[in-house]
Structures are given as structure tokens and as C-alpha cells.
């Protein structure tokens, strides 16, 4: 029978809180100041649960495994992708957003004729549902987009700029 480690409940949390992200980044709390998150973070990179990259730390399998988690595979053609097509900029014109941010995928997605879900704007995004409604109010708000709200055959909320 395997043991499973001793965590403590930081550890404990900064683990499970990076499994359930889709890119495994280790995001200490603002709570967790100083010389905690120091002895905190320190701890799992000695046990190897996480590896440090680009200015921040990832969980490695190892992590996920202390988890109880697999590793995510990676998001579908659906999620994030490069606007640097010409249809994406087209979708992007009258309307005043920097191309290549998060709230750019946003009105793209929700420009096509189609409209988009709650969750495929999340999935561009990387967004919570809540920031996702916010952002779609202040693009109602600040902007003057009409965005029309209805529903789909599975009963999904899907949203689309008219």
C-alpha cells in the first residue's frame, strides 16, 4: 500500500489549487506572504512537485500524482489561438480593442454568426465564468455593443454580437 506524503495544508492547497489549472502554474494566494510562501514554495520544489519556468513555477507530474490528478491534456482548437488571421482582424473592425488580447478573442468569438457558449468563451479567455459575464457587460457598457443572449438546443447560454 502506498503512503501518501506529509503535506501541510499550504502545500496541500498550492498543489491542488495548480492541478486544477488547465497550465498547471503554482499561484501562491495574496494571504501568503514573506517568509511562509517562501518555506512553502522551497518545500515543494526540494520534493520536485514543482519546477520553476519563465518567471513563475509549474507543477510536474510528480505534483500531479501528490495531487491525485493527471496531467490535462492540452485545450482544444477552440481554446486559445493566435489572432493573426485576417478573418479574426476583420471581426475585430469599428470596434476600439488592441488585437491579440483576451478581451479581443472575446468580441471574435462572439462576432462569428454563430455566437459562442459561456464555456468557449472561457476556454479563449482562460477566464472565470464570472469575469466572463463582466467582461460582456462592459463590452455592453462601455463599448455600445448589442449582445444578444439565447440559447441553444442543449440549452446553453450563447452569446453573439449583433
Not at 510528480?62 to 479574426?88: K, L, Q
Not at 462576432?111 to 463590452?139: D, E, F, K, N
Request: hydrophobic share 45%.
Amino acid at each position: 500500500m502506498d503512503t501518501l506524503p506529509k503535506l501541510t495544508p499550504t502545500q496541500a492547497l498550492l498543489l491542488r489549487a495548480a492541478a486544477r489549472r488547465a497550465d498547471g502554474r503554482v499561484i501562491p494566494p495574496d494571504n501568503l506572504r514573506g517568509g511562509a510562501r517562501v518555506k512553502a514554495m522551497t518545500a515543494l520544489v526540494r520534493r520536485e512537485w514543482i519546477e520553476a519556468s519563465d518567471g513563475g513555477f509549474l507543477l510536474t507530474d510528480a505534483g500531479y500524482a501528490v495531487a491525485g490528478r493527471n496531467r490535462p491534456a492540452p485545450p482544444a482548437a477552440e481554446g486559445i489561438r493566435e489572432m493573426d488571421t485576417p478573418d479574426d482582424l476583420q471581426l475585430l473592425e469599428g470596434i476600439p480593442v488592441r488585437p491579440g488580447t483576451k478581451l479581443a478573442a472575446l468580441v471574435v468569438a462572439l462576432r462569428r454568426p454563430q455566437g459562442a457558449s459561456c464555456l468557449q468563451l472561457m476556454l479563449a479567455t482562460g477566464w472565470q465564468p464570472h469575469s466572463v459575464r463582466g467582461a460582456i457587460a462592459a463590452l455592453r457598457r462601455r463599448l455600445g455593443l448589442e449582445v444578444v443572449l439565447t440559447r441553444n438546443a442543449a440549452g446553453e447560454r450563447v452569446y453573439r454580437i449583433d
